[in-house]
């Protein structure tokens, strides 16, 4: 399998293959099923819609709703505008969500649709709210969409009424409902209280009840992300998605952020509780200390299966930092971090880790694609990968290690329901990892090597 990639590395400036991203309405779909009885809405042809539902029903072996304007022909001509507005009305008339949050597609975007015009022409029924942003594909990667989602939001219904809510406002960037699900447990633990938007949990892991709900229990509400504007202070999460809708929200509403890296390893992790310990001037609770000493005792415990290990780490650019960060605590060698969202910045700060830890011959690569890992890999090879389902025919060729994480895992089931982020993450992304090491000395120990105990 893949037996011709080349080892010589070229630039390849209008070629990806193995693509480590995928387009903006991926992520402005998941963002917008974050909301409660929203509808998202997919502004272009049926295609592109029905790609986007089924990328993500396949991550989260999860029905994930959304309506197109099924545009044809005539709509690429003349514009969608008609579309939009009929389609709009029979998704109020047929499917009653409380908002729907429009996105574009490459096809709206290049006949230069203005979605602002269309919607506010629009006759919407009492009551309810549309909402959009603009996400064109050949434009960043789903991060982008998901960020451009959310500042659609904040910049339809967020509002500044003057009485401070005393809330916490949390961004928690391009995660699965089950680390929603622990930022949330960590946030009621030290006493904050908050609003988390998007919030897919309840949504993207609603329980099977034996009856069918469109619009499942979970999701932020809509007065909920009004009630942004009054909030304290945001804590946004993942520098790289988090940045843009704290910065709308502080541009509209006044509310100043703090701009924190995803909590995924310890220290990322004790940033985030000490910034919630001063916020809510609040002591961290035992629970929290205890399950951080847990995570440091097995560290120590393993050390020596960690130590030195060379691991491939790619995917969205703020989990790919949060896991190289924690492999660096694990004493791990990040030799390639990738990912294929393009920007500067992730480079940066990839680099900034590694020269913090010493970290001497690591690569990091934005805008890049897993073939350019495969014949990185061909040249200097990796105790083990970890990152989205696409770096399995690599670890197959290669015979390496993988280990799943991050967006999308489309070849396993029940890992969006577990975290990565906070300690209780780490812990499970230790354990995945030592796991996997351990698997391959058993796999090649010879009989009379084969321990028991280790
Ligand atoms: S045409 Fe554009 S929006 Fe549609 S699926 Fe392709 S990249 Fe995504």
């Known amino acids: ?25 991926v992520g402005a779909m998941y963002a917008a099923l974050g909301v409660h009885r929203c509808m998202p809405h997919s502004h272009g042809s049926q295609g592109c819609g029905s790609y986007h539902r089924t990328f ?3 991550h989260f072996k999860e029905p994930a709703v959304a309506s197109t304007s099924s545009f044809t022909e005539g709509a690429s001509v003349f514009g969608g505008g008609s579309n939009l507005k009929t389609g709009v009305k029979n998704v109020f008339d047929i499917y009653d969500p409380d908002i729907i949050a ?26 309810k ?9 050949y434009v960043g990667s789903h991060v982008n969409g998901f960020f451009n989602m959310m500042c659609g939001f904040i910049k339809y219904l967020s509002e500044k009424t003057g009485v401070p809510n005393g809330r916490a406002a949390v961004f928690p960037g391009f995660v699965n409902p089950g680390d929603m699900r622990e930022l949330k447990r960590m946030l009621r633990a030290m006493g904050i209280p908050f609003t988390l938007f998007p919030d897919t949990s309840g949504v993207m892991d609603a329980p099977m009840t034996g009856s069918y709900a469109m619009y499942p229990r979970g999701g932020t509400t809509i007065p909920e992300i009004a009630a942004l504007g009054d909030c ?21 509403c006044g509310v100043p952020y703090e701009l924190l890296p995803l909590p995924v390893g310890i220290e990322n992790t004790d940033r985030f509780l000490m910034t919630l310990s001063r916020l809510g001037k609040n002591e961290i609770p035992y629970e929290l200390e205890e399950a951080r000493g847990q995570l440091v005792d097995v560290i120590l415990d393993a050390h020596f ?12 650019p703020d989990t790919a930092l949060g896991l190289t960060s924690f492999a660096l605590e694990l004493g791990m060698v990040p030799k390639y971090v990738l990912t294929g969202t393009p920007g500067d910045a992730f480079t940066r700060l990839a680099e900034d880790l590694f020269s913090r830890y010493g970290a001497a011959g690591c690569v990091a690569r934005a805008s890049a694609d897993l073939f350019e890992l495969h014949q990185r890999i061909k040249n200097e090879r990796v105790d083990i990968m970890l990152g989205s389902s696409y770096g399995k025919q690599i670890a197959k060729a290669e015979d390496i290690p993988f280990i799943r994480a991050g967006f999308p895992v489309l070849d396993r089931y029940a890992h969006s329901y577990f975290p990565i982020v906070g300690y209780a993450g780490a812990m499970r992304l230790l354990e995945k990892i030592l796991s996997a090491l351990m698997d391959r000395i058993d796999r090649d120990a010879a009989d009379e090597d084969l321990e028991a105990v280790m």
Do not use: W
């Not at 304290?232 to 509209?252: D, F, H, M, Q, Y």
């Not at 299966?305 to 969205?316: E, M, P, S, W």
């Open 1 to 25: 399998m893949l037996d011709l990639t080349p080892k010589g590395l070229s630039e390849r400036g209008a070629l990806r293959v193995n693509p480590c991203k995928t387009c903006q309405p």
């Open 56 to 58: 993500l029903s396949r």
């Open 102 to 127: 429009v996105h574009t597609t490459c096809l709206s975007e290049t006949i230069g649709d203005d979605l602002n015009a269309y919607i506010q022409d629009m006759e919407i029924p009492e009551g």
């Open 129 to 137: 709210r549309v909402v959009h942003t603009n996400t064109p594909s």
């Open 232 to 252: 304290l202070r945001t804590i946004a999460l993942g520098v790289l998605t988090s940045e843009e809708p704290a910065n709308t929200l502080e541009r509209k």
């Open 305 to 316: 299966y960690l130590y030195g290990k060379k691991i491939a780490i790619f995917g969205d």
